[in-house]
């Protein structure tokens, strides 16, 4: 009785027989893909490598066959990664569904495009990524619940340590190379400085030289107490900061725009927050 209902599910395409195929434009939205999923999903990241700018980043055609077989496609949106706008419209598909993860957060073009960083968004995912999921696959329910939860109650170690970190360091002066770390510097209550230089860094524009002299002095002269240097996206110009840094004593914090090899979400969040803590621990 029971088998001929799931052949009848089958045969009306309300569960699927196979994995559901996810492609996710950018890893860390990949890693969560596959811990809500669980074994219901085979997921595909597109941008992965911590070489690579992904402002910079071009589709090749194994992108475009691996969205245009997708069951479920995640991107990040606002200008993000347009090059996904481009390659949805070219392979249209009635039955795949797309999660825009900016526009679950009621971001919008021209707000900060790193949305991940802000601790709220990768619950807010989850949700959206499990109820699609139900959706598609309702006998796997209680699996897709259960990993939500699970993801959830690590999220909180996140939440609970930028809520610890900004208790002691609200208010403390820093800038960045780039704006990719925004997000969280705001959750951390930092007083983010040169905001207009960053953006520029991040649309490949020539700074002004009234930005770039900003910047310049608040690293050379020690006014902020630390700086994010974005290693993915670099050129002189930022290099020349990094080592005006070193010069005026302002803690040099590393990050990334896509996660690093190994390291899953709430550990990857975890190990910048710690860098940081050690970093203003010492001043
Ligand atoms: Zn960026």
């Given at each position: 009785?029971?088998?001929?209902?799931?052949?009848?599910?089958?045969?009306?395409?309300?569960?699927?027989?196979?994995?559901?195929?996810i492609?996710?434009?950018?890893?860390?939205?990949?890693?969560?893909?596959?811990?809500?999923?669980?074994?219901?999903?085979?997921v595909t990241?597109?941008?992965?490598?911590?070489?690579?700018?992904?402002?910079?980043?071009?589709?090749?055609p194994?992108?475009?066959?691996?969205?245009?077989?997708?069951?479920?496609?995640?991107?990040?949106?606002?200008?993000?990664?347009?090059?996904?706008?481009?390659?949805?419209?070219?392979?249209?598909?009635?039955?795949?569904?797309?999660?825009?993860?900016?526009?679950?957060?009621g971001?919008?073009?021209?707000?900060?495009?790193?949305?991940?960083?802000?601790?709220?968004?990768?619950?807010?995912?989850?949700?959206?990524?499990?109820t699609?999921?139900?959706?598609?696959?309702p006998?796997?329910?209680?699996?897709?619940?259960?990993?939500?939860?699970?993801?959830?109650?690590?999220?909180?170690?996140?939440?609970?340590?930028?809520?610890?970190?900004?208790?002691?360091?609200?208010?403390?002066?820093?800038?960045?190379?780039?704006?990719?770390?925004?997000?969280?510097?705001?959750?951390l209550?930092?007083?983010?400085?040169?905001?207009?230089?960053?953006?520029?860094?991040?649309?490949?524009?020539?700074?002004?030289?009234?930005?770039?002299?900003?910047?310049?002095?608040?690293?050379?002269?020690?006014?902020?107490?630390?700086?994010?240097?974005?290693?993915q996206?670099?050129?002189?110009?930022?290099?020349?900061?990094?080592?005006?840094?070193?010069?005026?004593?302002v803690?040099?914090?590393?990050?990334?725009e896509?996660?690093?090899?190994?390291?899953?979400?709430?550990?990857?969040?975890?190990?910048q927050?710690?860098?940081?803590?050690?970093?203003?621990?010492?001043?």
């Open positions: 009785m029971k088998r001929l209902m799931l052949l009848g599910l089958l045969a009306s395409g309300l569960v699927s027989a196979a994995p559901l195929n492609v996710a434009a950018e890893n860390f939205y990949g890693d969560v893909a596959r811990q809500i999923g669980g074994e219901g999903v085979t990241s597109i941008l992965s490598s911590p070489s690579q700018d992904p402002h910079l980043f071009e589709a090749s194994s992108t475009a066959r691996a969205i245009s077989g997708a069951d479920i496609v995640v991107y990040s949106g606002i200008d993000y990664d347009p090059w996904m706008d481009k390659l949805l419209s070219a392979s249209k598909n009635a039955k795949r569904r797309v999660l825009v993860v900016a526009a679950l957060t971001k919008k073009v021209g707000d900060n495009p790193h949305v991940w960083y802000d601790p709220a968004t990768m619950p807010i995912y989850a949700r959206a990524l499990r699609e999921l139900i959706r598609r696959d006998t796997h329910k209680g699996q897709y619940d259960a990993n939500l939860k699970r993801f959830l109650a690590a999220m909180t170690t996140v939440s609970s340590k930028v809520a610890s970190l900004r208790a002691k360091y609200a208010g403390t002066p820093v800038t960045a190379s780039e704006p990719v770390f925004g997000y969280l510097s705001d959750a209550g930092f007083k983010m400085q040169n905001l207009r230089f960053q953006l520029s860094v991040m649309n490949e524009a020539e700074p002004s030289a009234v930005q770039t002299g900003a910047i310049n002095d608040d690293l050379r002269s020690g006014k902020v107490k630390l700086f994010f240097y974005n290693t996206v670099t050129d002189p110009l930022t290099e020349k900061l990094r080592s005006l840094a070193k010069q005026g004593g803690s040099v914090v590393g990050v990334t896509t996660a690093p090899p190994g390291l899953t979400y709430v550990p990857w969040m975890l190990s927050l710690k860098t940081i803590q050690a970093a203003l621990a010492k001043k």
